[in-house]
């Protein structure tokens, strides 16, 4: 049985009475699955959903929470906060745990999910794209938020993909990208079509940086997410690059006080102070986005490199065993040989570019010179 329903009503109760009175109301869904009954349970959404709540309760949300949900109580969530929506300016939707994509749609998985063959999918799972209709029914001209620290490797999209035979090639490895309405923002914990970390900590590196972020007073939305891929990124080695898509159409603000309009209270820096900081923290944005731009093309160009020299290293031994056996059989391995000698020669070439590409990004960044780039 799915560990019981966690609702954190004394937390979100006693951080909502603390909050400042403002005009905007946010209401927010936040979700996080762990204990998987028939896939592979996962260490850290229960404890990124609980801190997930409480960074958003202090930033003046009203949290609706569950974690470790079966399909019957994901349902009644998502129906609870479809109907808190409203009223309310700022929609922001959280989901920690498996989630896997079919034919470019991504779909979230209830602990007690099981999925034999592809009809199994709208019975046992939530669609992302369902959850987003939701939050953008009947609210134009409101803020929509999703944040889906959800690609962990899944063994239930393996199995699926078995079931389906020749039509496996629509289970997709992570999740795909969302087209989404005017005013609605999406943040994936890693780019679409790759696997997530869950992490060797209390939280996975996506959560982390984000909660942290998030309590960053000076921040808009779109600076906080810097902070967030620049986290991940070396939290992650390389491996992980946090994604998002927006259609904004204006900035948003965790934290109330630093929003331009924003009620001044006592101990809060005035309009025009903050104002010239948020100047000055954009400006220091703009220098450092290009710098993440950097990392993240380091860490691409490492990982292709490496992809080639595996190749390379695996195409070298299959011409080792087509001689091998060429020398036992007597048979011709003169169109083998060649072929694979061809797509080696491809990869060589395209090694050859891209390891003084590492060189050059390492050293503008300040980094060591690593020894994949040298060799």
């Known amino acids: ?10 937390l979100v109760t ?5 909050a400042p009175a403002m005009a905007e109301k946010r209401v927010a869904l936040v979700i996080g699955n762990g204990a998987y009954v028939k896939s592979s349970a996962l260490a850290n959404p229960v404890n990124d959903a609980t801190e ?3 960074a958003l309760a202090e930033a003046g949300f009203e949290v609706i929470a569950g974690l470790d949900l079966d399909k019957r109580t994901f349902d009644i969530k998502v129906r609870d906060f479809a109907r808190a929506l409203g009223d309310a300016d700022v929609a922001l939707f959280y989901y920690a745990g498996h989630a896997l994509q079919v034919s470019g749609r991504n779909y979230l998985v209830p602990v007690d999910a099981s999925m034999e063959r592809e009809r199994d999918l709208d019975f046992e799972t939530v669609g992302v794209d369902f959850v987003l209709r939701q939050m953008e029914i009947d609210r134009e001209n409101k803020t929509n938020l999703v944040f889906l620290d959800s690609c962990r490797d899944n063994p239930l999209a393996r199995n699926l993909a078995r079931s389906m035979g020749t039509r496996s090639a ?50 808009n939305l ?34 109330r006080v630093a929003a331009p309009g924003a009620l001044v209270q006592p101990g809060v820096p005035a309009a025009s102070d ?8 954009e400006r220091e944005l ?24 595996e190749a390379n290293q695996d195409d070298q031994r299959r011409i080792f065993d087509v001689q091998r056996d060429h020398r036992r059989s007597g048979s011709d ?12 020669v491809r990869r060589s070439q395209e090694i050859s570019k891209l390891r003084p590409r590492i060189a050059e990004l390492e050293a503008e960044l300040g980094l060591p010179s690593s020894a994949a780039a040298s060799k």
Not at 14 to 18: G, P, R
Not at 286 to 309: F, H, I, P, S
Not at 335 to 341: A, E, G, K, P
């Open 274 to 281: 903050v104002q010239k900081r948020l100047e000055d923290l």
């Open 1 to 10: 049985m799915p560990r019981t329903v966690l609702l954190l009503t004394t």
């Open 52 to 54: 997930m709540a409480k």
């Open 286 to 309: 703009q220098r450092k986005t290009d710098q993440t731009g950097k990392v993240v093309e380091l860490a691409q160009a490492k990982e292709r490199l490496r992809q080639l020299m």
């Open 14 to 18: 006693s951080l909502l009475f603390a």
């Open 222 to 255: 779109t600076s906080v997410m810097v902070e967030v891929r620049k986290d991940v990124l070396a939290a992650t080695g390389g491996r992980q690059v946090p994604w998002d898509h927006s259609s904004l159409t204006g900035d948003f603000f965790f934290q």
């Open 170 to 219: 629509s289970v997709s490895q992570g999740l795909a990208q969302v087209q989404t309405g005017v005013g609605t923002f999406i943040a994936y914990s890693t780019q679409p079509g790759n696997v997530a970390l869950d992490g060797s900590g209390t939280n996975s590196p996506f959560t982390a940086a984000l909660v942290k972020g998030m309590r960053a007073s000076e921040r």
């Open 333 to 344: 391995s003169f169109q083998d040989i060649s072929r694979l000698q061809i797509a080696m």
